[in-house]
């Protein structure tokens, strides 16, 4: 089989040295991915194109996915190459390919040719057309919006027959531009944000801030290799885990309310750059977008970009979350997504909007940043290849109903305090305990330990998760309680 890679645009307009290196890191890259099923590939590097042959036909299906997901190809075509130096030659070989298409059905023939022949692409069209025309039975030839249009390109005495085109990634080839670091969260924002980075040629390692637990974390890992398998695994990436329990309980025990998600932010921030600086990474990826939520507002963000002189970036500043949600479908990362319950935007109630940045540093003076330190400290750092091991996590169960008078069973509300406020939870002759999510690991250990704790919130999800962690800190008395 082969195939015929054409180049993103704006590959094309580089100059004569910048272009040739960028063809080269894709053609590296091209056999980075496609190894695996080949070995032996050949792939061919000429001005405008790439080509790649193969031998191993029972792999065409596995090649062209994969080709479809290599930034830096514009589309490709899957062809058969003949030489030829008549016009007769090429309608034989256009019949042998074509001609059982064609029976009953309109059609056209384009040509696309290069280099010197006696015959014009105009001249292939009309002869190939009226040759098929004559010999296949055929519904006649039909210029505009026909049934098949039989696809050539030649090149010099190379005929290629086109079976098929496909569209590709675009974008730069990886490694053609600097290495980023993506905050990643495992929602819709930040998969997106790190793809489109992926797509314009950067490596993209990734940082993870643990807020709730393993459960947290094995979903985020999930969804971060998919993303590094199906579009960056021609470059090795690091995965960086950073625990930020501690942070958060030491921001909820310091910080005034309204003013908690903002310096969260600003304490990611510089644990990001701290991580990035280790790996000699110069800028921070975020799917931050503009008004989303209360932390994102322009004057929030300024307070929040000033804790460090990295650049931070954010692709889907302007975004509208419809638009971020329909890519995370497209590129394969909502279904992860949507099982992702939100954490940074909960620990604040009446968060504010236009943070003054006086206060916020007056606010962070009582915070003790050697938390923060010990935090960074304990940062675990992966190749991501170990991410396609899942690891086990516990199993936890789920009940629907409470029976009356059960004395050793107690319904945890878990969700954030605005949630519980504006409806709280009434289970009549049981026994209710409000402690939110980021308080539970830190509290839990104060409770009866000869009681069943059933922990609660609207979807169940991050009950879950809590009740997962909680186990495999070794309180086996914990269930999920999902009416």
Same mark, same amino acid.
């Given at each position: 089989?082969?195939?015929?890679?054409?180049?993103?645009?704006?590959?094309?307009?580089?100059?004569?040295?910048?272009?040739?290196?960028?063809?080269?890191?894709?053609?590296? *890259?091209?056999?980075?991915?496609?190894?695996?099923?080949?070995?032996?590939?050949?792939?061919?590097?000429?001005?405008?194109?790439?080509?790649?042959?193969?031998?191993?036909?029972?792999?065409?299906?596995?090649?062209?996915?994969?080709?479809?997901?290599?930034?830096?190809?514009? +589309?490709?075509?899957?062809?058969?190459?003949?030489?030829?130096?008549?016009?007769?030659?090429?309608?034989?070989?256009?019949?042998?390919?074509?001609?059982?298409?064609? %029976?009953?059905?309109?059609?056209?023939?384009?040509?696309?040719?290069?280099?010197?022949?006696?015959?014009?692409?105009?001249?292939?069209?009309?002869?190939?057309?009226?040759?098929?025309?004559?010999?296949? *039975?055929?519904?006649?030839?039909?210029?505009?919006?026909?049934?098949?249009?039989?696809?050539?390109?030649?090149?010099?005495?190379?005929?290629?027959?086109?079976?098929?085109?496909?569209?590709?990634?675009?974008?730069?080839?990886?490694?053609?531009?600097? +290495?980023?670091?993506?905050?990643? +969260?495992?929602?819709?924002?930040?998969?997106?944000?790190?793809?489109?980075?992926?797509?314009?040629?950067?490596?993209?390692?990734?940082?993870?801030?643990?807020?709730?637990?393993?459960?947290?974390?094995?979903?985020?890992? %999930?969804?971060?290799?998919?993303?590094?398998?199906?579009?960056?695994?021609?470059?090795?990436?690091?995965?960086?885990?950073?625990?930020?329990?501690?942070?958060?309980?030491?921001?909820?025990?310091?910080?005034?309310?309204?003013?908690?998600?903002?310096?969260?932010?600003?304490?990611?921030?510089?644990?990001?750059?701290?991580?990035?600086?280790?790996?000699?990474?110069?800028?921070?990826?975020?799917?931050?977008?503009?008004?989303?939520?209360?932390?994102?507002?322009?004057?929030?963000?300024?307070?929040?970009?000033?804790?460090?002189?990295?650049?931070?970036?954010?692709?889907?500043?302007?975004?509208?979350?419809?638009?971020?949600?329909?890519?995370?479908?497209?590129?394969?990362?909502?279904?992860?997504? %949507?099982?992702?319950?939100?954490?940074?935007?909960?620990?604040?109630?009446?968060?504010?909007?236009?943070?003054?940045?006086?206060?916020?540093?007056?606010?962070?003076?009582?915070?003790?940043?050697?938390?923060?330190? *010990?935090?960074?400290?304990?940062?675990?750092?992966?190749?991501?290849?170990?991410?396609?091991?899942?690891?086990?996590?516990?199993?936890?169960?789920?009940?629907?109903?409470?029976?009356?008078?059960?004395? *050793?069973?107690?319904?945890?509300?878990?969700?954030?305090?605005?949630?519980?406020?504006?409806?709280?939870?009434?289970?009549?002759?049981?026994?209710?305990?409000?402690?939110?999510?980021?308080?539970?690991?830190?509290?839990? +250990?104060?409770?009866?330990?000869?009681?069943?704790?059933?922990?609660?919130?609207?979807?169940?999800?991050?009950?879950?998760?809590?009740?997962?962690?909680?186990?495999?800190?070794?309180?086996?008395?914990?269930?999920?309680?999902?009416?």
């Amino acid at each position: 089989m082969k195939f015929i890679i054409k180049l993103h645009p704006e590959i094309t307009i580089k100059s004569r040295s910048v272009r040739q290196r960028m063809c080269k890191l894709l053609q590296g *890259n091209i056999r980075n991915v496609v190894k695996h099923l080949d070995e032996n590939v050949k792939i061919r590097s000429e001005w405008d194109k790439l080509i790649v042959r193969s031998q191993l036909d029972e792999h065409r299906q596995a090649m062209i996915d994969i080709l479809a997901c290599v930034p830096g190809i514009q +589309s490709f075509l899957e062809v058969q190459e003949h030489t030829v130096t008549t016009l007769d030659e090429i309608l034989t070989h256009a019949e042998l390919a074509f001609g059982s298409l064609l %029976e009953g059905k309109t059609f056209c023939v384009r040509a696309k040719r290069r280099g010197q022949q006696v015959f014009s692409s105009l001249d292939v069209e009309r002869y190939v057309g009226g040759g098929l025309n004559q010999r296949c *039975n055929t519904a006649g030839v039909k210029l505009k919006n026909p049934d098949i249009q039989v696809n050539l390109e030649l090149e010099g005495e190379r005929l290629y027959l086109v079976n098929q085109q496909y569209a590709g990634l675009g974008g730069y080839p990886i490694a053609t531009q600097e +290495s980023v670091l993506s905050l990643i +969260s495992g929602g819709y924002d930040s998969g997106v944000s790190s793809y489109q980075f992926i797509k314009r040629g950067s490596r993209v390692h990734y940082c993870f801030f643990n807020l709730g637990g393993p459960e947290h974390e094995a979903g985020v890992r %999930e969804v971060t290799y998919y993303l590094w398998k199906k579009y960056g695994s021609s470059h090795r990436v690091k995965f960086i885990s950073v625990p930020f329990e501690d942070v958060v309980g030491e921001i909820l025990e310091k910080v005034e309310n309204g003013y908690m998600g903002v310096i969260l932010k600003r304490m990611m921030m510089r644990a990001g750059a701290a991580v990035a600086e280790k790996l000699a990474i110069n800028a921070l990826v975020t799917g931050e977008a503009m008004g989303q939520v209360s932390s994102q507002t322009v004057t929030n963000l300024n307070v929040i970009d000033r804790v460090t002189d990295m650049l931070i970036m954010r692709p889907l500043v302007a975004s509208d979350k419809q638009d971020i949600i329909n890519i995370a479908r497209q590129i394969g990362t909502a279904s992860y997504a %949507e099982k992702m319950p939100e954490y940074c935007g909960v620990i604040s109630n009446s968060p504010t909007i236009k943070a003054k940045l006086g206060r916020v540093t007056e606010a962070e003076s009582h915070f003790d940043f050697s938390v923060l330190e *010990n935090a960074i400290e304990a940062a675990f750092v992966e190749d991501i290849r170990a991410l396609e091991h899942k690891r086990v996590l516990p199993e936890v169960e789920f009940t629907a109903s409470v029976g009356d008078g059960e004395p *050793n069973e107690v319904i945890l509300d878990i969700r954030p305090p605005e949630e519980e406020e504006a409806a709280p939870l009434s289970v009549v002759g049981r026994e209710i305990k409000v402690i939110p999510f980021f308080k539970l690991s830190s509290q839990f +250990s104060e409770l009866d330990a000869s009681k069943t704790y059933l922990l609660y919130c609207d979807r169940g999800v991050m009950s879950r998760l809590q009740a997962i962690h909680l186990k495999e800190q070794g309180f086996d008395n914990v269930k999920v309680y999902k009416p």
